[in-house]
């Protein structure tokens, strides 16, 4: 298999390490050769957190050089910006929730609020194809990530995996109501 490379960003307290393990343990499940690498800074502060996953036969490091991410994850719009700006490759594709948990910056006017026509126009000046992901009101926010996940699965984004390969991730990783409530918004974002 070609390399394929993942980037994820986002604000502590989204669950973006829910969504990293659970696509490193779906490509694993697909058996794919897969590293990946997570840094979380002040993520218990609402600090960003970036994880990568790399797979493919000749992958040998978890790190993605510059703009050279297949498919970006922006969980927070911020921070999807920045991911598909030093990330996303020509060709690519950002997949990102509209919402923002408004950085530092932006709430002391310092920076201005990232609108969605500002990753049209980022996603154009770079060749990424961007794919918003519209959550609504979701009952509980902690499962944004579901929304995320069940679009890729159901657009069918990673090479070789298949939506029984993340039903096995997220049983290895969950389990009981919060199990069955994830795998219920899952299926309902992947048939989207």
Not at 55 to 65: D, F, K, N, R
Not at 79 to 95: H, I, N, P, Q, S
Request: aromatic share 6%; net charge positive.
């Amino acid at each position: 298999m070609k390399t394929f490379n993942i980037y994820m960003t986002g604000v502590g307290g989204q669950g973006i390490g829910l969504l990293s393990q659970t696509l490193l343990r779906a490509i694993d499940y697909a058996g794919v050769k897969a590293i990946a690498v997570d840094t979380h800074g002040l993520a218990q502060r609402g600090g960003v957190v970036v994880s990568r996953i790399r797979c493919g036969e000749a992958v040998h490091s978890p790190l993605i050089m510059k703009k050279s991410a297949d498919l970006v994850l922006g969980m927070e719009i911020h921070e999807a910006m920045r991911g598909v700006v030093t990330a996303g490759k020509e060709g690519g594709t950002l997949v990102f929730l509209d919402v923002s948990w408004q950085p530092l910056p932006v709430r002391l006017g310092q920076n201005q609020e990232i609108s969605f026509e500002d990753i049209l126009d980022a996603c154009q000046t770079t060749g990424v194809i961007p794919i918003k992901v519209d959550i609504g009101r979701l009952k509980d926010s902690r499962m944004q990530n579901m929304a995320l996940l069940g679009t890729i699965a159901g657009r069918k984004l990673i090479p070789y995996t298949e939506p029984h390969h993340f039903f096995n991730a997220l049983d290895d990783l969950l389990a009981g109501r919060v199990l069955e409530e994830n795998k219920r918004l899952f299926k309902e974002y992947m048939s989207r």
